[in-house]
């Protein structure tokens, strides 16, 4: 069985670095703050004291990072340990331009990329049942095909580097929009005095239905805005989005709305919490906090 | 078995009418347009050539309208054949202060009114498995069900008079702006390059899916605007939330820049197209018509 390396043991990285381990791989960790390292290595992962640790100890390394600084940065270690053959799986959110660029650098050094984002909670996390959306060669994807099922369900091969990301970017307009729309639904609902739970239930089996409204609707209801996606990664996936829709020529106006309702959410203080906290900045708008009638 | 009264035989009402038909219930209907209560008729229906004349063979009567004056001048010729205990269920969307007024002048007529308007595709109509909101008393609405069931699966009770209607603009936010978030999601992905089947497919898997994607990207990319849904009553029924949302004084921006873009597109002449249509405006936009890799 393929040696395994991850690095980024975050809210989504850690339980999908313990589903390789308990998928049976050897695995071996890396993460800046300990506290994770220490609780895979209890499970078995073999603890690292730097990226190109994990690099020597690999023939499949898995990025799991906030941002392309983060990814720049520990790719910079990883390529100072890194052999001939070495694949590189970065499965943080970024742009394709930057997936591109880390897949030739990976590629001049005798090794393979692909961008493999993913969409899903860290229930899904958890579970075992993330989508990931795969870009670079198709063979490179094949062969690392088994330890990518140790984490998702739903895998696709959705073209050459960098068509990972833009899958990925794609799916994000689709959740920031909706999640957008979940907001402005909720709060009618609650001004009308309708059974905010009960609209959640009926929207849900007909036309206005999605995930975003069967998953976070019911949080925002109980004002529990513990992170499952955090409003300051969603910020920074809009932010990408937009510098690519910029480039493309593409005017994205819902895009351009909800990434700057995000953006004063994270700035008054709500970064750490779950993107269900919109409904916060949507009742501010309106003066008007929803209730469950 | 209760004698049903059907008024408003579109490409809605004509499936819905045909559903009860089928359940053995015996149907009285009218349209304006002669063709639809033809059909029905030569299935079993009464033909008749008056809202009065439905009334006055119905003790359950159901109208399914484009919109608030249709409903308002059909009522004004049922309230003339209109005997005591006559229910009226109209299951058109308009708005709840609207649903209230025409509920009242019931009442004082000996009747009563249900506001039931519905949530689903013409496909849901023909396999009767319609999403229904209704709102008016709870005694009627139980009286009224065993009708309700032969056109809907989800069938929900949501308060008192106008809460059916609230309950579907509601509704009507969630479906308009999950459009608008497929539109812009699918103009990156064509620009990016990607097989446009398979981003629909990947995304409707995670956290970015939505009835809207499901069933409408597909259409959006083989250029199928035939209607399931019509983009005038798509801009009706959001100038309907508008009026709303400034009465109650929500600022709902999401709402706000959909229902403009849908209100050009009508009037750039495809008010008679299905919502997907709204893919034309982005792509005009975005002078970028989209096309599947």
Not at 109 to 123: E, I, K, N
Request: charged share 20%.
């Amino acid at each position: 069985m393929v040696k395994v390396g991850f690095i980024g043991l975050g809210l989504m990285g850690k339980p999908m670095a313990r589903n390789i381990l308990k998928k049976g791989f050897s695995l071996a960790v890396y993460n800046r703050s300990r506290a994770p390292v220490e609780e895979l290595a209890s499970m078995g992962a073999a603890p690292c004291s730097s990226p190109a640790e994990v690099a020597q100890r690999s023939e499949v390394l898995i990025t799991m990072l906030p941002d392309e600084p983060q990814v720049a940065e520990v790719l910079t270690g990883v390529f100072e340990g890194m052999r001939s053959g070495l694949v590189l799986v970065d499965m943080s959110t970024v742009s394709p331009m930057f997936s591109r660029q880390m897949a030739a650098a990976a590629r001049s050094r005798g090794g393979d990329m692909l961008d493999a984002p993913v969409s899903g909670s860290t229930m899904a996390a958890e579970q075992g049942n993330l989508t990931i959306m795969v870009g670079g060669s198709r063979k490179t994807f094949e062969e690392t095909l088994p330890v990518l099922q140790a984490m998702g369900k739903n895998i696709f091969y959705m073209g050459e580097s960098g068509a990972g990301s833009f899958a990925k970017l794609c799916n994000q307009i689709a959740v920031a929009v909706n999640l957008l729309g979940v907001c402005e639904m909720l709060l009618l609902a609650s001004k009308a005095g309708l059974n905010l739970s009960q609209v959640v239930e009926v929207v849900s089996t007909g036309a206005g239905g999605s995930w975003q409204l069967a998953n976070l609707g019911p949080r925002m209801i109980s004002r529990d805005f513990n992170p499952g996606f955090k409003v300051k990664h969603l910020r920074k996936d809009l932010r990408i989005i937009r510098e690519i829709s910029e480039k493309l020529g593409l005017p994205l106006q819902a895009v351009a709305l909800v990434s700057e309702l995000i953006k004063a959410l994270d700035e008054k203080g709500h970064g750490e919490e779950g993107t269900q906290a919109l409904i916060k900045l949507v009742e501010t708008l309106a003066s008007h906090q929803i209730s469950n009638a």
